[in-house]
Every structure is written in C-alpha cells, then in structure tokens.
C-alpha cells in the first residue's frame, strides 16, 4: 500500500517562499514518476510540477517555471516542491501523486496518470 504525506503548507505574504514535503512510504521514489499538483476552490486540480521516476527530467505548468523547483532526497523517500516569489493566484490546496506503474514516465501532466494522491496541504498567500 502506497500512501503520501504533504506537509509545509501554511500562510505566506507574496513574494515569500515555502517549500512543500511529499514523505512516501510503500514505495520507494526512485522507481517512481512524481508530480505535484493543486486546487483552487472552484477550479479543477491542475498540473504544477513532475519528476520522471530516474530523475533525469522534470516538467513545470507554465505558470510557475522559474519560481518553484521540484526535488528529491531518494535517502529519505521525500519530494520536495520549493516555491519562491509566490503570487496570491498561488494560493491553492497543493497534492502529491505518484505512477503506479514502476520505471514509467509516460504523461506528466494528467492527472489520470497518477494512482496514489496525498491528503493535501493549503497553500495561502496573501498580498
């Protein structure tokens, strides 16, 4: 059984920074595509970053390239999301998800692709 845990959400004036825990137990992330993904009430859960299972490529939504950075500590089984210069249309509920499918990249941007989701942490930045 696969099951994510995000923490490090929290209050955020604009232009701060946070940086987003993703801790996976049942699987270890370095067989495993990875991505980060958030929910704005009222909109559906969009894309925000990816990382294919050997770490040699990652992929950003347009919107955040250049300010968030997606990582991992393979030792620790944790992803990571670090986001500097946030915005208020930042602000969101932010989920981890993994593949299901072992040494599988594949798409990176839907989030059908994913089989196991985290419970989520709030993102809220104020301006």
């Known amino acids: 059984q696969v099951q994510l845990v995000e923490s490090g959400g929290g209050l955020v004036q604009a232009g701060g920074s946070l940086r987003l825990s993703c801790a996976a137990s049942g699987r270890t992330f370095s067989s495993t595509s990875m991505g980060w993904f958030r929910q704005a009430p009222g909109k559906e859960r969009e894309f925000v970053a990816a990382?294919?299972?050997?770490?040699?490529?990652?992929y950003y939504a347009d919107s955040v390239k250049g300010r968030f950075t997606i990582s991992s500590d393979d030792a620790k089984n944790t992803v990571y999301l670090q986001m500097n210069s946030l915005k208020p249309e930042d602000t969101a509920a932010y989920y981890c998800?993994?593949?299901?499918?072992?040494?599988?990249?594949?798409?990176?941007?839907?989030?059908?692709?994913?089989?196991?989701w985290g419970q989520g942490t709030q993102v809220t930045v104020s301006s």
């Open positions: 990382r294919t299972w050997n770490g040699r490529n990652t």
């Open positions: 998800a993994a593949k299901g499918r072992l040494y599988y990249s594949g798409n990176y941007y839907k989030t059908d692709e994913y089989d196991y």
